[in-house]
């Protein structure tokens, strides 16, 4: 079983920035693609950026050159630095990542969401 956490989401106004967390943890867990989604109100949930094990990374053409996907696979944890925010960014953020624990296939996992609102 793999359990995501996590944090930096909040309330900035437009033009502003934020970095999001996300830590993986689990027993004996290889973590693979890492990345984040999100959903606005009334809307379904669309992949924002992913980065792979090899840090490949993939982004939605909307926050293309202002969002800046990494990770540090030793801690098993994935960023996402927003940059230049707009208030139609504003959404729920989930954490996603493609893991396996242990001699166990590997399975997407996400994390519970955390709220970014941006002002106008």
């Known amino acids: 079983q793999v359990q995501l956490v996590e944090s930096g989401g909040g309330l900035v106004q437009a033009g502003g920035s934020l970095r999001l967390s996300c830590t993986a943890s689990?027993?004996?867990?290889?973590?693979?693609?890492m990345g984040w989604y999100r959903q606005a109100p009334g809307k379904q949930r669309e992949l924002t950026s992913l980065?792979?094990?090899?840090?490949?990374?993939n982004y939605a053409d909307s926050v293309k050159g202002r969002f800046t996907i990494s990770r540090d696979n030793a801690k098993k944890t994935v960023y996402l630095q927003m940059n230049s925010l707009k208030p139609e960014d504003t959404a729920v953020y989930y954490c996603?990542?493609?893991?396996?624990?242990?001699?166990?296939?590997?399975?997407?996992?996400w994390g519970q969401g955390i709220q970014v609102t941006v002002s106008s």
């Open positions: 996603y990542c493609n893991a396996a624990g242990g001699a166990f296939s590997r399975y997407d996992y």
């Open positions: 689990g027993n004996r867990i290889s973590v693979f693609d």
């Open positions: 980065i792979t094990s090899g840090d490949i990374t």
